[in-house]
């Protein structure tokens, strides 16, 4: 079946650190793949997409590649903040197929000054 | 984009009674999609409404304990029937962008607490 595997957390960095958060995906077909962000007390947004194979989506800073050889569209940031602190969700779309988002667990990232 | 309003943000409910929570989107749109967030656990899909049919369910969800209305295309509500303290999540109502799915819109979820 169509899943996605994310590692857990709590994540815990400095601020400036490096972050990466893995997401690795199974999906019978061509997925397109997305990262969500939960700040407390919010809903969900879209942080980034990437719909094909070596696509780079990018946003606040944040980059993830869709990766097809390794099945996988790990989220790194160069340095985080503060404000960056929240839950982050990976999640896959198989278009015209399921239709459906299926999302990962989720890894909470928290940034201490 | 789409501005999803949900209602109620939070509720304490007795095991054994029914709630309701309402979700108002701000423009018209197909399908609309209601999730179960457990506590530290991802987002579980548990049916998709469209308007002028009966919602679909995923495996494990049943009609009778979450009965879905779509009565228009800007509206849904998802009642949670006859509560257990093992219903107590985060209710998320969302839509997509568009058919392509570039982007999904969430509201602010439904933190419902069954004691």
């Known amino acids: 079946g169509n899943s996605v595997t994310q590692m857990e957390g709590p994540v815990t960095l400095s601020e400036e650190a490096f972050l990466t958060i893995n997401c690795t995906y199974t999906?019978?077909?061509?997925?397109?793949l997305f990262w969500y962000v939960q700040y407390p007390g919010e809903g969900l947004q879209l942080l980034l997409k990437?719909?094909?194979?070596?696509d780079k989506g990018s946003n606040k800073g944040f980059e993830a590649t869709y990766r097809k050889e390794t099945t996988s569209f790990h989220l790194e940031k160069g340095s985080v903040q503060v404000s960056d602190s929240a839950v982050y969700f990976c999640?896959?779309?198989?278009?015209?197929?399921?239709?459906?988002?299926?999302f990962g667990t989720g890894t909470r990232l928290q940034v201490f000054p | 984009s789409a501005v999803i309003s949900q209602k109620p943000s939070r509720d304490i409910c007795q095991r054994g009674t029914s709630l309701t929570i309402q979700c108002q989107v701000d423009?018209?749109?197909?399908?609309m999609f209601w999730y179960r967030q457990q506590p530290g656990q991802s987002l579980t899909l548990i049916a998709t409404?469209?308007?002028?049919?009966?919602?679909?369910?995923e495996s494990g969800f049943v009609i009778d304990k979450f009965p879905i209305s779509r009565p228009n295309l800007t509206f849904s509500t998802l009642t949670v029937s006859n509560m257990s303290p093992e219903d107590s999540s985060i209710y998320l109502c969302?839509?997509?962008?568009?058919?392509?799915?570039?982007?999904?819109?969430f509201g602010q979820g439904t933190r419902l607490t069954v004691v």
């Open positions: 999906a019978t077909g061509y997925p397109s």
């Open positions: 409404a469209n308007q002028g049919s009966e919602a679909t369910y």
């Open positions: 423009s018209q749109v197909t399908m």
């Open positions: 969302s839509v997509e962008g568009d058919r392509e799915w570039t982007e999904a819109f």
């Open positions: 999640a896959l779309v198989l278009l015209y197929n399921t239709d459906k988002l299926i």
């Open positions: 990437a719909t094909k194979a070596d």
